[in-house]
């Protein structure tokens, strides 16, 4: 299980931050109406209310390069759900310095076969 875990959390990263960087409205197809986002402290529920914050964002050019991918399964029972912690840093437009960040997904197995974003936290990291 650790294989596929480690398999679909990789598939996931890729997939999510070619979206954040390429087309971040799409991003909301991840979330559902339970999911929840903790940004830099701030908390926000449901695809709607995340969605919005996403795109607000003002990182109109980014680029994410991931350092590290670690997943695991989130049940012991073999619910299917994978935790994924994600390091790297965010390359904004027209500056020099990459920004550290760290990003924990939990993903829970949708009915069709994918998975979607239950649980989404996000820290820049300073110094």
């Known amino acids: 299980m650790e294989d596929t875990a480690e398999m679909v ?17 799409s991003l909301s197809s991840l979330y559902r109406d339970t999911s929840m986002l903790t940004f830099e402290g701030q908390k926000f529920a449901g695809s709607t209310e995340i969605s919005s914050k996403l795109t607000q964002l003002p990182l109109d050019q980014c680029r994410h390069v991931i350092s590290t991918v ?27 310095h990459h920004l550290r960040f760290s990003q924990m997904f939990h993903l829970i197995p949708t009915a069709e076969g994918s998975f979607y974003v239950q649980n989404d936290m996000f820290r820049l990291s300073y110094g």
């Open 9 to 25: 959390g990789r598939a996931f990263v890729d997939h999510y931050y070619h979206l954040f960087d390429n087309d971040r409205a």
């Open 70 to 96: 670690d997943s695991q399964p989130s049940s012991p029972t073999g619910g299917g759900g994978i935790v994924v912690f994600v390091s790297g840093s965010l390359q904004l437009a027209g500056e020099e």
